[in-house]
């Protein structure tokens, strides 16, 4: 029963994504804040761009742009762009121009043209105060709309974000596309700290393949081994010093390559996200048989130096320099942890107390057989081999509360049935040498 319950919420791998009615596609011009200036992410419907600008553009979202469309594309963009202060004009460079299959508010995947534009403020100019003139597609299709985000402000502790600035559209009276006026919050040094603490949080609380192999890492952790099997339950203490010593080993690691990574370490990523499954299959294999018994500190800190790598593309991205750059590593580091100790602190105590029933064995067979299996999917897909268990296994992230839950009620289940037990026990006066396990189930 207790391992119906945890092992059915396991297997509930397929996540359905309802999609809502707004069928228009739009333009969305999402902003990152620099001292020095914006970079600006651009998403363009490709019909309504070839419409407008006149220019030919593949109906292929696997379809490479050519040389010479893409230095049409971005001269078309940067004629219907400028940005100006009170300090005067700002520089505006359009590249990076290409296709992709975009989903936006519902609309169902269509076909759009990404570009980025650096906007680069005059010297000594207030970066954070300015103007924005665009009028891409809208001169032409006059229905469309025109969507400016605020994606990431350092100084704020805004990241990923998805802030609406403003809408630019043509007035239909005048017949004018009327300039956005842009003012960012005033922001602090601590405020951009403590969003990157929040950026850390989030990043292992949305990432499904972190919390897998952090749980792979739990269910052995626990037991003891004899005979080259996991055998016998260790003592509460030994199990929290292991789990101490393989946080503080994955944590040094991780630390390491995501300092050097922000630095300017390049990072394959490809690589790296394959090798991050790829160790989550050791680590599954390792719960069912051990296969590096007394070794699992030493493990984690070498897996820490890959999965680090991969945390340094979040900071990477967002092009950050000195005090902002030392504040992001410390905080977005503090946040890692903060959430790693919150996961062992949600999921450990439940293992330490089933590990003690009869039902923990095929229990942790089970769940570590599934995270291989996802595991496994997701490094095929990350080496370009597309399948369902990597799609499927995507969404186990959205069960992790429940699965918790379930981790939780089944070790309280544990604990009242033994006491039971025991009481039974008692009162038959037969007594009954249990040993160091529980019998349950």
Same mark, same amino acid.
């Given at each position: ?5 945890? !092992? ?6 397929i996540?359905?994504?309802p999609?809502?009615?707004? !069928? ?7 902003? &990152? ?16 761009? *070839?419409?407008?600008?006149g220019?030919d553009?593949?109906? &292929? ?23 100006s ?17 975009? *989903? ?7 076909? =759009?043209?990404?570009?980025?534009a ?12 300015? !103007? ?9 299709v ?6 400016v985000?605020?994606? /990431? ?11 609406d600035l403003?809408t ?18 005033? +922001? ?10 929040g950026? %850390? ?6 990432g499904?393949?972190?919390?897998l ?7 052995? =952790? ?18 929290v010093?292991?789990?101490? %010593?393989?946080?503080?080993?994955f944590t ?8 050097? +990574? ?10 790296? *996200? ?7 299959v050791v ?5 069912? $048989?051990?296969?590096?018994?007394? $070794? ?18 979040t ?6 320099? +000195?005090w902002?750059?030392?504040?992001s590593?410390?905080?977005? /580091?503090?946040?890692? *942890?903060?959430?790693?100790? =919150? ?15 009869? !039902?923990y ?18 490094v095929?897909?990350r080496?370009?081999?597309? /399948?369902a ?7 186990? %992230? ?7 839950g ?36």
């Amino acid at each position: 029963m207790i391992a119906g319950v945890f !092992v059915a919420l396991v297997g509930m791998l397929i996540v359905a994504a309802p999609a809502s009615a707004h !069928v228009v596609p739009s333009t969305v011009i999402a902003l &990152d804040a620099h001292d020095d200036g914006v970079t600006a992410s651009l998403t363009l419907p490709a019909a309504d761009l *070839e419409l407008a600008s006149g220019i030919d553009v593949p109906d &292929d979202a696997g379809a490479v742009i050519d040389a010479g469309t893409a230095d049409a594309l971005e001269a078309y963009l940067e004629d219907h762009m400028a940005v100006s202060s009170d300090s005067g004009s700002w520089d505006v460079a359009v590249a990076d121009i290409a296709l992709s299959d975009v *989903e936006q508010w519902g609309t169902g995947a269509f076909l =759009a043209v990404t570009a980025t534009a650096e906007l680069t403020a005059p010297t000594a100019a207030d970066a954070r105060s300015f !103007v924005l003139a665009y009028d891409a597609i809208i001169h032409q299709v006059v229905t469309a709309d025109i969507f400016v985000t605020l994606q /990431n402000d350092w100084v704020t502790g805004e990241f990923e974000s998805t802030r609406d600035l403003g809408t630019i559209h043509v007035d239909t009276v005048t017949g004018t596309v009327s300039p956005l006026p842009i003012d960012l919050d005033d +922001g602090s040094l601590w405020q951009g700290f403590t969003g990157m603490v929040g950026l %850390g949080l989030s990043h292992i609380a949305e990432g499904t393949d972190h919390q897998l192999f952090l749980l792979t890492l739990l269910l052995p =952790a626990p037991l003891l081994t004899a005979a080259g099997r996991w055998r016998g339950v260790a003592p509460v203490r030994t199990t929290v010093r292991r789990i101490l %010593g393989i946080t503080i080993a994955f944590t040094v690691g991780h630390s390491v390559t995501l300092a050097m +990574g922000t630095l300017g370490l390049p990072v394959p990523v490809q690589l790296v *996200e394959a090798l991050i499954a790829a160790s989550i299959v050791v680590a599954a294999v390792h719960a069912i $048989r051990p296969i590096f018994p007394g $070794r699992e500190a030493l493990v984690a800190g070498l897996f820490g130096l890959i999965h680090g790598m991969a945390f340094s593309l979040t900071l990477t991205a967002l092009d950050l320099t +000195g005090w902002q750059l030392v504040l992001s590593l410390l905080g977005f /580091n503090l946040g890692i *942890e903060l959430m790693q100790l =919150a996961v062992v602190a949600l999921v450990l105590p439940p293992l330490v107390v089933l590990a003690r029933t009869r !039902v923990y064995s095929p229990l942790r067979i089970v769940a570590a057989g599934l995270i291989a299996l996802a595991a496994i999917g997701w490094v095929l897909d990350r080496l370009g081999v597309a /399948n369902a268990i990597a799609t499927i296994a995507d969404g186990i %992230g959205a069960l992790s509360p429940w699965i918790a839950g379930a981790l939780w009620v089944a070790a309280a289940l544990a604990m009242v049935l033994a006491r039971v037990r025991h009481l039974v026990d008692r009162r038959c006066a037969d007594p009954v040498d249990t040993g160091s396990v529980l019998r349950v189930g």
